[in-house]
């Protein structure tokens, strides 16, 4: 599939980047060669192929409900943009 | 001093010939020295650096030592250390300050190593040439004109020129053995699961594991025994016994079945790394190998699969950046959203972004199956391979990058062509197999990178394989002319 100049804005807002007219035009001359580079995939039959994520098929640790971490807020929110009374600082989202 | 071995510093040090304070301000002094010109570090903290060897000094004094007490370290600024600076090559980390440790940062504090400083490397370690760090480009000490590689390129750069004993790493698609082989060291990537994740900053976490880069194979073994081992804060990592990686160093490698993969020795590898590669090779013959032709005809496939699912996992791994808790936010934005977009679009370099666009595109409805679900089941296509290629080798050799180090700006113009760098890399990460490259000779006044990729959990027996070329060469005491 080709991807057009509305695609490249459509996945920049998806991915929260602003993009202007100028880094879209690079954007799509480079996301088309990936994803030409990609395409080489679809030629491969992997009918009854199972889907792989871990080398070693494990299956999720189970550990025992036990409160395991302290209260670090005060040391976490020292990194920080901006919090205030523990709480972190965001513009308004509702009026 | 800088070009001996662990085991030598440790003797030293146990000796009382040299503190640690002494063997740490030498390592400091030649980071003054050599820094400006190479730019390995991007963060160093004398005063922290040197209670560390300090607390190392008394501890020996004590006769309380590890293998590993008093010597300095240098950690690739990917790993959180609790009240170090941690920017990952990333403006969107600038003034990060990390308020917890990662459990190899505090395995090394528990061996009494000195930390002695973070090294640059590709932003977010996305990236074979260190090139997209914000903090500025890596030279590689064999040539100042020329990539050291990437993504662990401070690391391999600062062990090259002798800036430090040795370093951590991370791989996810060949990050710590291209730059070995291209800065002529060595390292390992384990096998996924063996060394924790937890505190390393995420890039894709199914292939992301960390790994030494030292001099040696026997150095490497050291900082296994330190950097490995179970740790329940990775939800990926392997509950297994705490293991010796030193044990098999000097046993014979007679009866070695050695195989060599047809793709790897194809198109696109340079003549003369292709010699280098057959000259070890031949060494290994010497030394009792048997050597196997095998073939791994997924291999081709690993690059465009890798290209699918690293950045999937990075577009969701780098969704935290969103200047709230941490990190960088722009200064100026009309409303939350906008500040997201802003802050994302001015603290990530352009290949991130890159690689987060090209990850949401196929995570995106619609695309899921064709893109991610495919790569998925091809990548266990591509780790059946091995498993079949194993039961007629003990190891796969070949080389670890196709070509010796390049020029700066060769390769950024074409994200693609920087992508195939890793061909020979990549598919380890996807089988989760652990691989090493160790120095094999130069192509011109290049080093060249030997790649040795194991079965599961064969890290020990790779090291000594590995350790038995070091008896026999000394390519791996070689050093770059002015460090």
């Known amino acids: 599939m080709s991807l057009n100049l509305s695609d490249v804005k459509r996945i920049a807002h998806l991915a929260r980047v602003q993009i202007d007219d100028a880094d879209a035009e690079i954007a799509l001359r480079q996301l088309s060669g990936i994803l030409g580079l990609i395409e080489e995939m679809q030629s491969v039959n992997t009918d009854g192929i199972a889907p792989m994520s871990h080398s070693q098929d494990v299956t999720q640790r189970l550990r025992d409900d036990v409160v395991t971490e302290t209260d670090q807020r005060a040391l976490f929110q020292s990194v920080a943009p901006a919090v205030e009374g523990g709480l972190y600082l965001v513009p308004k989202v509702i009026e | 001093m800088i070009n001996k071995s662990l085991k030598e510093l440790a003797a030293l040090l146990a000796a009382k010939q040299i503190s640690s304070v002494e063997l740490t301000r030498e390592f400091l002094a030649r980071i003054a020295r050599l820094n400006p010109t190479i730019n390995a570090f991007v963060t160093l903290d004398e005063e922290r650096t040197l209670a560390q060897a300090r607390a190392a000094d008394e501890r020996i004094a004590k006769g309380e030592a590890a293998p590993l007490t008093g010597i300095p370290i240098a950690q690739k600024d990917i790993f959180a ?27 090394f504090d528990r061996a009494g190593a000195v930390n002695l400083g973070r090294t640059n490397m590709d932003e977010f370690a996305m990236g074979s040439s260190n090139e997209t760090s914000h903090y500025g480009k890596v030279r590689n000490p064999w040539d100042v004109e020329r990539v050291p590689g990437g993504s662990s390129g401070g690391s391999a750069a600062a062990v090259a020129a002798r800036m430090c004993p040795a370093a951590t790493g991370t791989d996810t698609g060949g990050s710590i053995r291209q730059p070995a082989s291209l800065c002529g060291l060595s390292g390992l990537k384990p096998t996924y699961g063996v060394c924790s994740r937890y505190g390393l900053v995420a890039f894709a976490s ?40 030193a044990r098999d160093l000097g046993k014979s490698l007679a009866g070695l079945r050695i195989g060599l993969p047809r793709e790897y020795f194809a198109e696109g590898l340079d003549s003369g790394v292709a010699q280098v590669v057959q000259n070890a090779i031949a060494e290994y013959r010497k030394l009792g190998a048997q050597i196997v032709e095998i073939s791994l005809p997924n291999n081709k496939l690993s690059i465009p699969v890798y290209y699918v699912l690293a950045p999937a996992e990075a577009s969701s791994n780098l969704a935290r950046f969103d200047g709230v808790r941490y990190g960088y936010r722009a200064p100026e934005y009309a409303d939350l959203n906008d ?60 080389p670890t990058a196709p070509g010796t180090a390049f020029k700066f700006g060769e390769k950024t113009a074409d994200p693609v062509q920087m992508y195939l760098e890793d061909l020979y890399t990549i598919a380890v990460n996807l089988a989760g197999l652990p691989g090493m490259s160790i120095p094999a000779g130069f192509a011109g006044n290049l080093p060249v990178g030997l790649q040795i990729i194991g079965n599961y959990f064969d890290e020990a027996k790779m090291l000594n394989i590995g350790h038995a070329l070091q008896q026999q060469t000394d390519w791996h005491l070689r050093l770059p002319e002015g460090v």
């Not at chain 2, 997201?340 to 990530?348: I, L, P």
């Not at chain 2, 690689?355 to 780790?383: C, E, H, N, P, W």
């Open chain 2, 339 to 398: 500040m997201y977009c802003k802050t994302r679009a001015q603290g990530f370099g352009a290949e991130v972004k890159r690689r987060i666009m090209i990850g949401t595109y196929v995570l995106s409805a619609g695309y899921y199956d064709a893109y991610y679900l495919k790569a998925q089941k091809i990548r266990r296509l591509i780790a059946q391979d091995f498993v079949e290629a194993f039961k007629h080798c003990d190891v796969i050799m070949g």
């Open chain 2, 206 to 245: 199914s292939l992301d594991q960390a790994g030494p880069m030292a001099k040696s194979a026997e150095d490497l073994a050291l900082m296994m025994n330190v950097m490995a081992g179970f740790d329940p804060r990775d939800s990926t990592s392997l509950p297994r016994e705490k293991e010796d990686y």
């Open chain 2, 81 to 107: 250390a609790h009240g170090w600076r941690t920017t990952c090559g990333s403006r969107m980390l600038e003034n990060f300050i990390a308020p917890y440790d990662a459990h190899i940062v505090q395995e």
